[in-house]
């Protein structure tokens, strides 16, 4: 590799929403995410609904309900 052009890697943490907490290594620090294998449904065989209005509901107020 050639030097001075890769930014620097080290160990960050990786936290989601649901508290848990994995440690890797990346060129970024302290990383947050919304969702992880502990608390994905394809992972935990659970329904969770993440985004409970989301799309849909933003689509409709942009552009009302044209019947």
Same mark, same amino acid.
């Given at each position: 590799?050639?030097? /001075?052009?890769?930014?620097?890697?080290?160990?960050?943490? $990786?936290?989601? @929403? %649901?508290?848990?907490?994995? #440690?890797? /290594?990346?060129?970024?620090?302290?990383?947050?995410?919304? $969702?992880?294998? @502990? %608390?994905?449904?394809?992972? #935990?065989?659970?329904?969770?609904?993440?985004?409970?209005?989301?799309? $849909?509901?933003?689509?409709?107020?942009?552009?009302?309900?044209?019947?």
């Amino acid at each position: 590799m050639k030097k /001075g052009i890769h930014p620097p890697y080290k160990e960050t943490i $990786i936290r989601c @929403a %649901c508290g848990a907490q994995y #440690t890797t /290594g990346s060129t970024k620090e302290n990383l947050k995410v919304e $969702i992880c294998s @502990a %608390c994905h449904p394809l992972f #935990t065989g659970k329904q969770k609904f993440v985004d409970s209005g989301g799309r $849909i509901e933003r689509f409709r107020r942009k552009y009302g309900n044209k019947k």
